[in-house]
């Protein structure tokens, strides 16, 4: 278990290298487009760092309230307080914030950016339908995301991936708009087409690659999470008893959408291949209209099959 | 002068690993310390609960006074007890004190019903897990300890400064074992 942990924090760092090299090759393509020269590219990377910057202090604030997750306070929380505190000197953490999301659909996330500074959400219906040992298993792998920090890695993936999303935006459309003076290069013969050929397809590309490492970095993390909490509790069928708890819970949560989903323990949104849904599920989609069960939306999951990680945590 | 800077390097390097391992190892030492006195402060909370809840249990089951005082008399032996193995076995009779306080409370369904009550029990039901968790944890600490201290190059580091192999907590499984709270 110990090396599991350090051979995901090498594939994270290796993940993150390569985020930085495609925002890098967005950069660059950019502006061997628009030939903006030097000042374009630092604006671009500028903005790329006030946006990280922002993300770094801010995110679990923006995560919190588009979950509408208000604090844990009263004494119907208090299982759910000393259960916290319990885990967390086990695994030698500060508690974090405690937040509740009014919400029927089991579930529940960490977000921060360290130890320090992290916060836990649980929903209602997490509380009502968990027994004290299976909400204990839940806990401690949302504690796992915190300790393994995760919750950073899931922060500095969802800036990447928007700051990606954003600067080849804005690089096509310039394009479109004619800016630039792009046409005197494609005029200096074959290796001139060739590139701009090639940097037309990154800008469009990169935002798709850069959610598909999101996702594969997230379904990494949650087999680890689960791994770790285990580690923490000392007791697998806790765990195992609230994902199959989960499994059997069809219903979704109200507030998530694919931007958030990779912050719960389980995927928020609908699953499994009977597609059509109801209308939460279609709200909570955000109407992106993926159809469900093909090879290319398992590549956009952000978390691995329930069946798979209760196979998994009953093999340890 | 090319093989000069060469050894300035190397020796330089060398240096920079000698610090780092000695400051790693103090640090696990001294978390190993912190997670020590942890269990202590669990316990200490554990005493501080069990007033209330005999208060608690007497304005509802008053002729309940055998159970209660034994609950009483085990804490005050827990508080005062020396050295590990007679703490442990204070522990342990506490525990058993406490098993037969719930299950006297289950014969009082006005007792069982107070909030005063319930949340009392659920703060014991989480201490006992904490107290288990700060022994997982102290144990975990000393396991990441030793595994350094007995490595190379910390071992080198660790026989110089005399830094010791230390001991895991091994309770007796009986007074280890959380209290059975009947519903």
Redesign the interface.
């Known amino acids: 278990m110990y090396e599991q942990i350090s051979k995901n924090k090498r594939k994270t760092f290796f993940l993150l290298f390569f985020f930085v090299a495609l925002i890098a090759g967005v950069a660059l393509a950019f502006n061997f487009l628009l030939g903006f020269g030097a000042i374009g590219v630092a604006v671009a990377i500028v903005f790329a760092i006030a946006m990280a910057w922002g993300s770094y202090f801010y995110s679990d604030r923006v995560a919190l309230a588009a979950s509408r997750a208000k604090p844990a306070e009263g004494?119907e929380y208090?299982?759910y307080h000393?259960?916290v505190?319990?885990?967390c000197?086990?695994?030698?953490l500060p508690k974090p914030r405690l937040y509740v999301v009014d919400d029927p659909a089991p579930n529940a996330f960490a977000t921060g950016r360290n130890p320090k500074h992290a916060a836990l959400a649980v929903t209602t219906g997490l509380l009502e339908k968990m027994n004290?040992v299976e909400l204990e298993g839940v806990i401690a792998h949302e504690l796992s995301h915190v300790k393994n920090y995760d919750i950073l890695v899931t922060t500095v993936a969802v800036t990447a991936v928007g700051a990606i999303a954003l600067l080849s935006d804005l690089g096509l459309r310039f394009m479109w708009f004619g800016g630039g003076d792009r046409r005197d290069r494609a005029d200096s013969g074959n290796l001139g087409i060739i590139l701009v050929i090639l940097a037309f397809a990154l800008l469009i590309l990169a935002p798709f690659i850069a959610l598909l490492m999101q996702f594969a970095v997230s379904r990494r993390r949650e087999l680890l999470a689960d791994a770790s909490g285990v580690q923490l509790t000392?007791y697998p069928p806790g765990l195992i008893a609230a994902l199959e708890k989960l499994k059997d819970d069809k219903a979704v949560v109200h507030h998530a959408t694919r931007a958030t989903a990779q912050m719960w323990i389980e995927s928020p949104l609908e699953r499994g291949p009977a597609g059509s849904g109801s209308e939460d599920a279609v709200d909570a989609e955000d109407g992106d209209g993926q159809k469900k069960g093909s090879w290319l939306n398992r590549a956009f999951d952000t978390h691995p099959p329930l069946d798979e990680r209760i196979r998994i945590l009953k093999e340890m | 002068m090319i093989f000069a800077i060469i050894v300035g390097a190397i020796v330089l390097l060398v240096v920079l690993v000698f610090i780092l391992s000695y400051n790693g190892l103090v640090r696990l030492r001294n978390r190993i310390d912190n997670a020590w006195s942890q269990i202590d402060v669990q316990l200490k909370r554990r005493y501080d609960l069990i007033p209330n809840l005999v208060e608690t249990v007497k304005g509802y089951a008053a002729h309940e006074r055998q159970t209660l005082e034994s609950v009483t008399q085990a804490r005050a032996n827990a508080i005062n007890a020396q050295g590990p193995v007679q703490q442990a076995e204070a522990e342990n009779v506490l525990s058993g004190a406490l098993k037969s306080l719930f299950a006297v409370a289950e014969a009082y369904p006005d007792l069982k019903a107070n909030q005063n009550f319930l949340s009392l029990q659920e703060e014991l039901t989480s201490t006992e897990d904490r107290v288990a968790y700060a022994r997982q944890f102290y144990n975990d600490s000393v396991l990441s300890y030793n595994n350094k201290l007995q490595t190379f190059p910390r071992n080198v580091i660790a026989g110089m400064f005399s830094f010791d192999k230390r001991e895991y907590f091994e309770g007796d499984p009986e007074a280890t074992g959380p209290v059975r709270v009947q519903f």
Not at chain 1, 89 to 92: E, M, T, V
Request: no cysteine; proline share 7%.
């Open positions: 004494p208090q299982r000393n259960l505190e319990g885990l000197i086990a695994a030698g004290r000392r």
